[in-house]
T-cell receptor, first 109, second 116 residues
Framework: RKEVEQDPGPFNVPEGATVAFNCTYS??????FFWYRQDCRKEPKLLMS?????NEDGRFTAQLNRASQYISLLIRDSKLSDSATYLC??????????WGAGTKLIIKP | GAVVSQHPSRVICKSGTSVKIECRSL??????MFWYRQFPKKSLMLMAT?????????EQGVEKDKFLINHASLTLSTLTVTSAHPEDSSFYIC????????????FGSGTRLTVV
């Protein structure tokens, strides 16, 4: 079983729609969680950290469920520029980042 | 904000030659830097953790004699791919963070290596 699992997609979504991604992790001792965005042939960029209480940044909302060991990302009112691969990342107790394989999102006009 | 500069962005080399990739933290000191490689449509794979002033820590399956890492200063880490082969062609990315409590790791822009 992979340490961090994501649905690879692609998710084809019309512009303006709401889309949600889920990610599960296997190590219950994981301490920090993040969503990164990666454009084609570019480096990953931090989108947002994920806190137990849930957090929101504009159109983006992240949730963490420690009991079920999953993380979610919700994108509202999706834009064409949201098209990218979204990577779920978990930090273990040794401060090492464990990466999901990413979910590809394609926003269509 | 924290900026990590990686150079070169693209390199094409012949089989058997060596390639050096540099990763610099521009506005902070990084005692630790991380080197990843990424194959097309795959996730990042941690290769090694580069520690300033000491030997790098390599992940299982990564040949330390092939992927030489040097972290001679608090702002520079280098990865040298020695005796490169076509299967070494990949996207190599470094990352660093100003401190352990800063969870926003910053990545270099990556180096696309093609070995012909």
């Amino acid at each position: 079983r992979k340490e961090v699992e994501q649905d690879p997609g692609p998710f084809n979504v019309p512009e303006g729609a709401t889309v949600a991604f889920n990610c599960t992790y296997s190590n219950s001792a994981s301490q920090s969680f993040f969503w990164y965005r990666q454009d084609c042939r570019k480096e990953p960029k931090l989108l947002m950290s994920v806190y137990s209480s849930g957090n929101e940044d504009g159109r983006f909302t992240a949730q963490l469920n420690r009991a079920s060991q999953y993380i979610s990302l919700l994108i509202r009112d999706s834009k064409l520029s949201d098209s990218a691969t979204y990577l779920c990342v978990v930090m273990d107790s040794n401060y090492q980042l464990i990466w999901g394989a990413g979910t590809k999102l394609i926003i269509k006009p | 904000g924290a900026v990590v500069s990686q150079h070169p962005s693209r390199v094409i080399c012949k089989s058997g030659t060596s390639v050096k990739i540099e990763c610099r933290s521009l506005d902070f000191q990084a005692t630790t830097m991380f080197w990843y490689r990424q194959f097309p449509k795959k996730s990042l794979m941690l290769m090694a953790t580069s520690n300033e002033g000491s030997k790098a820590t390599y992940e299982q399956g990564v040949e330390k004699d092939k992927f030489l890492i040097n972290h001679a200063s608090l702002t520079l880490s280098t990865l040298t791919v020695t005796s490169a082969h076509p299967e070494d062609s990949s996207f190599y990315i470094c990352s660093a963070s100003p401190d352990r409590n800063n969870y926003g790791y910053t990545f270099g822009s990556g180096t696309r290596l093609t070995v012909v």
